[in-house]
């Protein structure tokens, strides 16, 4: 009898998460059972649409410039999953629950709840949702009434017909962190505005609305000189803008359902969101939003390709046993739980943190930690998603590496999470700006210090201390540096990686105390002591001539 592989399945990926229900027990104050329903709703969802990503594995945007009779259209058709994934986002609120008053401070853990346990089955249709979750908080921020209630109506939405999404377009050809070189124009037209330049990437540009940056004729050179606009994308038939022509779509190598591409704007019609100048200032929070949707986003990745490589296991027999069985698979697995569960609770601090900043409740420690910890929470749980991704497509053996299986692309998607919203090396220079503003180093320090207070199991002793040692390694190296720019900028990644998987540690003892004291399972307790043994403290003064010999 021929023997064939039974491919992994997906169970619920509310229930089947090992971290997801007791952080939201702890955290909510007894609304659990509120949204518990919903979230095992999603959970099931999200695994039926596992069987729609592999069917709908080779469908990807397509680009259509011209209609048959010579009319510029710039059409483009994206996915059947896109589509459904744009319905299913809007009725379940994936950006308007975050908005939402019913659970007050709490609003924006049950929407990144939400996300987390359905995103993974959207083929990064997480991406126009992190952008017009910026877009909508940004605009309610810049004190424009007259756009806020244009926009917010349709972008908060939970009527699909009605639903908007935003584009997000600040990279040009000149460079992508360095947004201060951004070349396109704005010039004053008809009472309005037209913007002139080139948008080298433009990710999901069908959207309906967009945020942009120009600068005005006349103004200087530098992030200074910028200004913030608002551009309407289409109309209400879907037809694009005057001024705005579609050059091509991105051949990329992941993220391949997204429809990002290169636009020329020639006189497109757009309306200043605030001053005609510090544009980049006035994106400060949507840059905080969408950093948070990476860090979230992360986490989401991380777990799907867990419980695919756990079920696998539990299917595929080698050598006499399942996988599951073998102690070595076992214990590979086993440091890939610990990783997920550190960075789990990571992303979801800053979640936590955010909504009380947003609501007005937050205390002036949280709003220091908020400085240092949503840079801090992107970079490090981006290239977690990354090396987690690799394993766990290694897990499935060949398998993993065949692309009709779907395996492939969770390492694909993967790898622009740690450079979408700023690249790894920029994300720890903002940590090390962050740190040296307003008592934010102090508020990361207490702030782990604080969920190490109540650690008392013996077992969590070791895993505690650990995170003590390596945070306050990272802050003293970062201190002693400050008067040598150079050295300071070298280390700033192993910094930044330190202060991260400090902080992932101390949660993680905080919360397995917490699980212990209330019959939760040791589960965060394991992952405590095996993410301690993994090694949290990266800082090291690397030799700068050896730096020059490699580089050089």
């Known amino acids: 009898m021929a023997f064939f592989q039974d491919p992994p399945r ?5 229930d089947d998460d090992p971290i997801l229900a007791s952080f939201l027990a702890r955290g909510l104050e007894g609304e659990l059972a509120t949204i518990e329903p919903e979230l095992r709703e999603l959970g099931a969802l999200s695994a039926e649409l596992h069987g729609f990503q592999l069917a709908d594995r080779l469908n990807e945007p397509v680009h259509t410039p011209w209609d048959p009779w ?6 483009i058709e994206v996915s059947p999953l896109w589509k459904e994934a744009a319905r299913l986002a809007a009725r379940h609120g994936l950006v308007a629950a975050g908005y939402e008053d019913r659970l007050g ?13 359905l995103g993974a089955a959207l083929d990064v249709y997480t991406c126009p949702l ?9 605009l309610i921020e810049s004190g424009n009434r007259e756009l806020a209630e244009r926009a917010l109506p349709r972008l908060l ?3 699909p017909a009605r639903a908007w999404t935003s584009g997000q377009w600040m990279t040009e050809r000149t460079g992508g962190s360095d947004v201060g070189l951004s070349e396109t124009i704005a010039r004053r037209h008809d009472g309005g505005w037209t913007l002139h330049g080139t948008k080298w990437f433009t990710s999901a540009t069908t959207a309906e609305m967009a945020l942009t940056l120009g600068r005005p004729d006349g103004n200087p050179d530098g992030s200074r000189g910028l200004a913030l606009f608002y551009v309407q994308v289409r109309d209400d038939q879907g037809r694009l803008a005057p001024g705005i022509s579609v050059n091509r779509l991105k051949d990329k190598l992941g993220t391949r359902k997204v429809p990002t591409a290169e636009l020329t704007l020639d006189g497109a019609p757009a309306i200043l969101v605030g001053g005609a100048s510090d544009g980049v200032r006035a994106i400060t929070p949507m840059l905080s939003i969408t950093r948070t949707w990476n860090a979230v986003c992360s986490v989401s990745g991380m777990r799907r390709g867990l419980n695919l490589a756990r079920d696998y296991a539990r299917r595929r027999r080698a050598f006499g046993a399942l996988l599951t069985d073998k102690p070595l698979h076992a214990d590979t697995l086993a440091g890939l739980e610990a990783e997920y569960a550190g960075a789990f609770l990571l992303a979801f601090r800053a979640v936590t943190v955010l909504g009380r900043l947003e609501r007005g409740v937050a205390t002036d420690h949280e709003a220091r930690l908020m400085r240092a910890l949503t840079p801090i929470a992107k970079l490090t749980t981006a290239k977690q998603a990354v090396a987690i991704a690799s394993e766990a497509i290694e897990s499935c053996g060949g398998a993993g590496y065949v692309e009709d299986t779907g395996l492939p692309q969770l390492l694909r998607d993967a790898q622009v999470l740690p450079i979408w919203e700023g690249t790894t090396n920029v994300l720890s220079l903002d940590t090390l700006r962050a740190l040296g503003k307003g008592g934010a180093v102090e508020a990361v320090v207490a702030d782990a210090r604080d969920h190490l207070a109540g650690v008392r199991d013996a077992g969590l002793a070791a895993p505690a201390q650990a995170a003590r ?3 306050d390694h990272a802050v003293v190296w970062a201190q002693g540096a400050m008067s040598d720019p150079a050295r300071l900028e070298a280390g700033a990644r192993r910094v930044a990686l330190t202060l991260g998987r400090s902080l992932e540690l101390a949660y993680l003892c905080g919360h397995a105390q917490w699980c212990l004291d209330h019959g939760r399972g040791g589960y965060a307790a394991a992952a405590a002591r095996r993410l301690a043994r993994h090694g949290v403290d990266l800082v090291d003064d690397l030799d700068a001539a050896d730096t020059r010999a490699l580089t050089s």
């Open 469 to 471: 040692a390596a945070l």
């Open 157 to 159: 939405s939970r009527d």
């Open 105 to 117: 401070p709490h609003a924006r853990v049950h929407q990144f709840a939400l996300v987390h346990v």
């Open 10 to 14: 997906l169970g619920n990926q509310y």
């Open 130 to 138: 992190a952008m017009t979750d910026g877009a909508a908080r940004t």
């Open 70 to 75: 010579g009319r510029r259209i710039d059409h």
